[in-house]
């Protein structure tokens, strides 16, 4: 599974941005995806996770309320819908794919969000 992230920018706090998470080479039907950010010298942080059969969503407390995962199947693609951006939201966002032993991981998006 390749996946490219999209969507980031420079906003102002309050902004929203809606980050996307496109798969190619196989479905994400039956994947858990999910998205995490870096700031660069702090370990990867959990962001949000959506789950392949219940469509179940998981969510860091720093985003509950915030944020919001998707998922189109038919499209092959995960949404994060960012609200009320804050700047220690500031960092690359990449989503991952998990299935059984397998995991993947793709291309980062920047999100900056200035106070």
């Known amino acids: 599974v390749q996946l490219q992230a999209s969507g980031g920018g420079s906003v102002q706090a309050g902004d929203s941005l809606r980050l996307s998470c496109a798969a190619s080479g196989r479905s994400i039907s039956s994947y858990d995806m999910g998205w995490f950010r870096h700031v660069p010298g702090e370990p990867r942080e959990f962001v949000a996770a959506?789950?392949?059969?219940?469509?179940?969503?998981y969510y860091a407390d720093s985003v509950k309320g915030r944020f919001t995962i998707s998922r189109d199947n038919a499209k092959n693609t995960v949404y994060l819908q960012t609200n009320s951006l804050k700047p220690e939201d500031t960092g690359v966002y990449y989503c991952?794919?998990?299935?059984?032993?397998?995991?993947?991981w793709g291309q980062g998006t920047l999100v900056t969000v200035s106070s």
């Open positions: 959506i789950k392949s059969t219940s469509s179940n969503e």
């Open positions: 991952d794919a998990q299935r059984l032993f397998y995991r993947y």
